[in-house]
């Protein structure tokens, strides 16, 4: 079982910028799709952008592609979601999740098994 800690969230205008971390409690990024997903109120969780294991390239949601920008430090064991130009639509729980959904699948949450408390981030004037 990965325990995973979400941190980085918080309150900004339209148009700020926010940084999310998730720090993992062993090597992940080898063996594990890790994920960023989000939850509005009132909304299901949603994709939000991804590594597939031992692939470089990222996975993004539409919604989100040329604002966010999903990274990995493997020395700490910590993903990163830099989040830029946010609006009002991104506000929501953030929560990372580790897991090995097969290709078709890795945009659903129901595929993962290992998720972080999430971290609230509200994007309002």
């Known amino acids: 079982q990965v325990q995973l800690v979400e941190s980085g969230g918080g309150f900004v205008q339209p148009g700020g910028s926010l940084r999310l971390s998730c720090v993992a409690s062993?090597?992940?990024?080898?063996?594990?799709?890790t994920t960023w997903f989000r939850q509005a109120p009132g909304k299901e969780r949603e994709f939000v952008a991804a590594?597939?294991?031992?692939?470089?390239?990222?996975y993004y949601a539409d919604s989100v592609k040329g604002r966010f920008t999903i990274s990995r430090d493997s020395a700490k064991n910590t993903m990163y979601l830099q989040m830029n130009s946010l609006k009002a639509d991104d506000t929501g729980v953030y929560y990372c999740?580790?897991?090995?959904?097969?290709?078709?699948?890795?945009?659903?949450?129901?595929?993962?098994?290992?998720w972080g408390q999430g971290t609230q981030v509200t994007v309002s004037a």
């Open positions: 999740a580790v897991g090995r959904p097969i290709l078709s699948s890795f945009r659903g949450p129901s595929a993962y098994g290992n």
């Open positions: 062993q090597r992940t990024w080898n063996q594990y799709t």
């Open positions: 590594y597939r294991p031992n692939n470089s390239n990222p």
